[in-house]
């Protein structure tokens, strides 16, 4: 199990000018600082997907940099199957996969050679890491454009990719940021096939989205995070029965208190 454990984070802002900015009723600003997340504890078991929903600048992208380790919390614990990895982070990080909002992979590689670099960067041999791009490729349906130069990839290109360098040194957990944002519905359609895969090969998922469809169709469990704090957690049918509605949107709204355009 990955959990995260009373997480707080604050960031501190440059200026009185940028607390403004940010919103001047925004509780989360205080002063210099603004305290993008509060106590927050979440967790997520193998072969289980579960999603994080919030309104934009709810904490999502924040909350997961912290359980990647690549953000660090002011406090708080991350824990993998019980014990706390602060000791141990560099195996924590081989435990786990991230798909952040960037793709971080080489404009002048192909695809192919980009897995080929992170493959043996995660320190798979070569025959090993030739039978998992291999399988990635079909997987992700990326054979007709993998030898490609990246940077002539579309959107849903790039993600694909992006996806199987977060997954090729066979993580327990994968966290992804959005995964499916901004692509069309084919590309989307892979990659909800390929958490599917992931959750029947035991692999545990936490991902952030706004696509209340890719929820009812994969989460086992949801999280509700609104301005950095956790408003629900628990199961779609628990979630409906708490709000009373049988229409999963009037019941994700109820559990965001800021109204949206
Ligand atoms: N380095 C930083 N300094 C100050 N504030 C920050 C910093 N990074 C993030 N924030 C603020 O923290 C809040 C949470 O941002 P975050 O990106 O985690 O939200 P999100 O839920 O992922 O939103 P979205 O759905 O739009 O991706 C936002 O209000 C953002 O402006």
């Given at each position: 199990?990955?959990?995260?454990?009373?997480?707080?984070?604050?960031?501190?802002?440059?200026?009185?000018?940028?607390?403004?900015?940010?919103c001047?009723?925004?509780p989360?600003?205080?002063?210099?600082?603004?305290?993008?997340?509060?106590?927050?504890s979440i967790?997520?078991?193998?072969?289980?997907?579960?999603?994080?929903?919030?309104?934009n600048?709810a904490?999502?992208?924040?909350l997961?940099?912290v359980l990647?380790?690549?953000l660090a919390?002011?406090?708080?614990?991350?824990?993998?199957?019980?014990?706390?990895?602060?000791?141990?982070?560099?195996?924590?990080?081989?435990?786990?996969?991230?798909?952040?909002?960037?793709?971080?992979l080489y404009?002048?590689?192909?695809g192919?050679?980009n897995?080929?670099?992170?493959?043996?960067?995660?320190?798979?041999?070569?025959?090993?890491g030739?039978?998992?791009i291999d399988?990635?490729?079909?997987?992700?349906?990326?054979?007709?454009?993998?030898?490609?130069?990246?940077?002539?990839?579309?959107?849903g290109?790039?993600q694909k990719?992006?996806?199987a360098?977060?997954?090729?040194?066979?993580?327990?957990?994968?966290?992804?940021?959005?995964?499916?944002t901004?692509l069309?519905?084919?590309?989307?359609?892979?990659?909800?096939?390929f958490?599917?895969?992931l959750?029947?090969?035991?692999?545990?998922?936490i991902?952030?989205?706004?696509?209340?469809?890719?929820?009812?169709?994969?989460?086992?469990?949801?999280?509700i995070?609104?301005?950095?704090?956790?408003?629900?957690?628990g199961?779609i049918q628990?979630?409906?029965?708490?709000?009373?509605?049988?229409?999963?949107?009037?019941?994700?709204?109820?559990?965001?208190?800021?109204?949206?355009?």
């Amino acid at each position: 199990m990955l959990e995260l454990d009373n997480i707080n984070k604050r960031f501190r802002l440059k200026d009185a000018k940028q607390s403004n900015q940010l919103c001047a009723d925004d509780p989360r600003v205080s002063g210099r600082f603004f305290y993008a997340l509060k106590n927050v504890s979440i967790n997520c078991k193998a072969a289980e997907v579960v999603a994080l929903l919030g309104a934009n600048g709810a904490g999502k992208t924040t909350l997961l940099r912290v359980l990647s380790t690549a953000l660090a919390a002011d406090s708080g614990q991350i824990k993998l199957n019980g014990q706390e990895i602060k000791q141990n982070k560099l195996k924590y990080r081989k435990s786990i996969g991230f798909l952040s909002g960037t793709t971080g992979l080489y404009a002048r590689l192909s695809g192919y050679e980009n897995l080929q670099y992170f493959s043996n960067l995660y320190g798979l041999d070569k025959a090993q890491g030739k039978v998992r791009i291999d399988t990635l490729i079909k997987k992700l349906n990326m054979q007709d454009f993998i030898h490609r130069r990246f940077d002539d990839y579309s959107t849903g290109m790039k993600q694909k990719v992006a996806i199987a360098r977060a997954v090729l040194h066979n993580p327990d957990f994968v966290i992804l940021d959005e995964p499916t944002t901004g692509l069309d519905i084919r590309a989307r359609e892979v990659i909800l096939n390929f958490i599917e895969t992931l959750k029947n090969e035991g692999v545990g998922v936490i991902f952030s989205t706004h696509d209340l469809a890719e929820v009812e169709r994969l989460c086992q469990r949801i999280y509700i995070v609104e301005q950095g704090q956790v408003r629900f957690s628990g199961d779609i049918q628990q979630l409906m029965q708490h709000s009373q509605s049988d229409s999963l949107f009037d019941a994700v709204l109820q559990h965001m208190e800021v109204a949206h355009d």
